[in-house]
Structures are given as structure tokens and as C-alpha cells.
């Protein structure tokens, strides 16, 4: 799981920072809005920790940016700010949770694992096979029956295949794709993701040039359409 903190008080942010990684996280942190704003536009995350007073930027700004384009990602308010206002103002703008300053660590830690673990049972399907149209696909064994009859998916195409699935009808971005199928150790470049794509057009689609199950959204990334 990815978490951006963005948090200007420097030992704070290495403390936070310190604490995430030993639970496990992959933690990227910044010091101030407009870097924050950057890493999120480049990079997927799962969760987003940010304080509202910052250097140009704030915290309650960020959550509004990113809450336009991504209404998904996990966002937690910290902030000095403890009046009720304040808090509404936090959930207004798009957050989860708000913590005020001071804060027990601890605390701030268990939230963070309540949000997680919110937003993956909200966004995962649990099944091991799955039939749309004609075809069929065990995503244990890997065994698919497509257009041509029956062959056997690579662990790559079935991890995208049931990403794609689980996100029925919505629009998985590249950045999620990176971090789900690849992960941030081997950047496939864009067309590669096109390749699979377009190799389960030929897997499963009637027309592979007009298709009704697999989509691609320039610029933003891919869609499984299902009625």
C-alpha cells in the first residue's frame, strides 16, 4: 500500500514517515502543496495524509484538486485547527477523516489501517472465475475459454484481466495499473499496456475493431464494459 504525506514540519514528517514504513508502507513524502500536487498527478496512491496549513498550497486546497479527478483514494486531514468548522471545512473538501494536532501516534496509525482496509474491501470483488458473454476465465489455474476456444492466460494478463474486472465500468488508470500489475520496480511503457489489451480484443471480442468489452480512454487508461 502507497501513502503520500505531506506534512511541513520536518520531524514530524520524519517521524509519521518512519512509523508508516515499519507497518509496511510505502511511504512518499513532501513538504509543501505544489510538490504534493505533482507526485499525485505522476504516481497511484492508496491513502493521502496532509496538513492543512502549508506553504503556498494547502492541505484543504489539495483534497479539493484531487477529489475532482479521483473520488477513490483514502484522504486523512492533520491539522492544528480543532474547531468544528474546521473539521466540517476537512470533510467538505473531500476527506476521510480528520486528526487534530497534537495526536497520539498510535492512533493516527490505527486510522490509517481502518481507511486501507475500508477502501480495499469497497473496490475488490472476490471471486475466482468469471463469465462475461461467451467467455469464460479461472483466475486460479489461469484457464480462459475465449472466441477460439480454450487457452491459458499469463499471470500478467490474468492479474490485469481481474483488476479490470473488479473496476467494471469505470476507467483504471495507468497510474493504477502500474501499481497493481507491475508495481513501481519495472515501468512497462504505454504501448505495452496496449499490447494486452489489445491481446484480450483477440481473447474475447466477436469484432477485436469494434470492441464491446475492453475500452480505451486516450490519455486516461481503460475500461471493462459490462451491461
Not at 484543504?60 to 484538486?65: A, D
Not at 477502501?119 to 480462459?144: H, I
Request: net charge negative; proline share 2%; hydrophobic share 40%.
Amino acid at each position: 500500500m502507497r501513502i503520500l504525506l505531506v506534512e511541513d514540519e520536518e520531524q514530524l514528517n520524519k517521524i509519521i514517515k518512519l512509523n508508516l514504513e515499519l507497518e509496511g508502507y510505502e511511504v512518499v513524502s513532501t513538504f509543501n502543496g505544489e510538490d504534493a500536487l505533482k507526485v499525485v498527478d505522476n504516481q497511484y496512491f492508496d491513502l493521502l495524509i496532509l496538513d492543512v496549513m502549508l506553504p503556498g498550497i494547502n492541505g484543504l486546497q489539495i483534497c479539493e484538486k484531487v477529489r475532482i479527478t479521483n473520488g477513490k483514494v483514502a484522504i486523512i486531514i492533520i491539522s492544528a485547527r480543532d474547531t468544528s468548522s474546521d473539521r466540517i471545512s476537512g470533510l467538505k473538501a473531500g476527506a476521510d477523516d480528520y486528526l487534530t494536532k497534537p495526536f497520539v501516534l498510535e492512533e493516527l496509525l490505527l486510522r490509517v489501517k481502518n481507511l486501507i482496509k475500508r477502501s480495499s474491501e469497497d473496490s475488490k470483488v472476490n471471486f475466482n472465475e468469471y463469465v462475461f458473454g461467451d467467455n469464460r476465465v479461472n483466475f486460479e489455474t489461469y484457464e480462459a475459454i475465449g472466441i477460439a476456444g480454450s487457452f491459458r492466460l499469463t499471470h500478467k494478463e490474468a492479474m490485469l484481466l481481474k483488476l479490470l474486472i473488479e473496476k467494471k465500468n469505470e476507467v483504471v488508470s495507468r497510474k493504477s495499473i502500474l501499481q497493481n500489475v507491475w508495481g513501481y520496480d519495472v515501468f512497462p511503457s504505454t504501448r505495452t499496456i496496449d499490447n494486452f489489451i489489445s491481446n484480450f480484443r483477440k481473447y474475447f471480442e466477436q469484432n477485436p475493431k469494434e470492441p464491446k468489452y475492453f475500452e480505451s480512454i486516450r490519455g486516461v487508461g481503460y475500461k471493462f464494459k459490462e451491461e
